[in-house]
């Protein structure tokens, strides 16, 4: 970057960091966003992680907390961990793909004593590392298997049901498209995800508003177009967050996929 390039929602980090997002020509930043969002999503995601075991030095970012932010923390998914398993039960779901695991730091203390098989995806192998490492401490000892994918291009096993929570959130309207077009077209029963009922998708990525390229978040209601999925079977009312899109009214939602 030149020097002089205009530094854009960064006054929360160091003034050395390496991870602000410097831009000279907005048009042009937009252009390359749009065109390599993937790439950049996926190498924000470690930086954010990087960022957060740097300023506190350990795996925690606070008490019963987590690098993949305060939605993972233990504090937030209180309620969560305990209706979780109550659904799971209700509805017959023994194999679960969880595609944004982080670093196991809530699920592992959820009973998933009906869960025969548990699948975690994480687009930061360090966070893959961590998850594996702490896969015997899961209530009900499922069989588990973590491997490092990135949502945005591959392709969904055959499994109950696959859980997406606060990882949406992070994509825009195309992507979120995409990824829901290919989960409709496997062989999943479910998809518990992350639903936030009062809003409009009304919704533009703008990389110039955030500290890291590659990263956004926004609220997304995925019962309203584009994405229409029909009203969900049942949900699971989430806690409310500290910050930013997690103080919205938000809700863990379970969609049948398949008539």
Request: aromatic content about 10%; some cysteine; proline content about 5%.
């Amino acid at each position: 970057m030149a020097k002089g390039s205009k530094i854009w929602n960064a006054d929360n980090l160091p003034a050395d960091s390496a991870f602000k997002f410097q831009v000279t020509d907005a048009a042009d930043i937009l252009k390359e966003a749009s065109e390599n969002f993937v790439h950049h999503q996926a190498e924000a995601w470690r930086q954010v992680r990087r960022w957060a075991d740097d300023q506190m030095e350990i795996v925690e970012v606070q008490e019963g907390g987590s690098p993949n932010g305060p939605g993972a923390s233990l504090a937030l998914t209180e309620h969560l961990r305990t209706e979780l398993p109550k659904l799971l039960r209700r509805y017959a779901i023994t194999s679960l793909l969880d595609v944004a695991c982080g670093d196991l730091n809530w699920m592992r203390h959820v009973d998933l004593s009906m869960i025969a098989n548990y699948f975690g995806w994480d687009i930061d192998e360090e966070l893959i590392i961590r998850a594996q490492t702490r896969a015997a401490e899961m209530v009900g000892h499922p069989h588990t298997w973590f491997e490092v994918r990135n949502v945005a291009e591959t392709s969904f096993p055959n499994v109950d049901c696959i859980l997406a929570r606060h990882i949406l959130i992070h994509f825009p309207n195309d992507y979120i498209t995409a990824i829901l077009d290919r989960i409709r077209d496997g062989h999943a029963t479910y998809l518990l995800a992350s639903n936030f009922p009062d809003a409009t998708n009304d919704f533009v990525y703008d990389p110039t508003r955030y500290a890291w390229m590659g990263y956004m978040e926004r609220p997304v209601n995925l019962e309203l177009p584009p994405f229409n999925l029909k009203p969900a079977v049942a949900a699971i009312t989430e806690q409310s967050g500290p910050a930013g899109v997690l103080t919205e009214n938000h809700e863990l939602a379970l969609y049948r996929l398949h008539a």
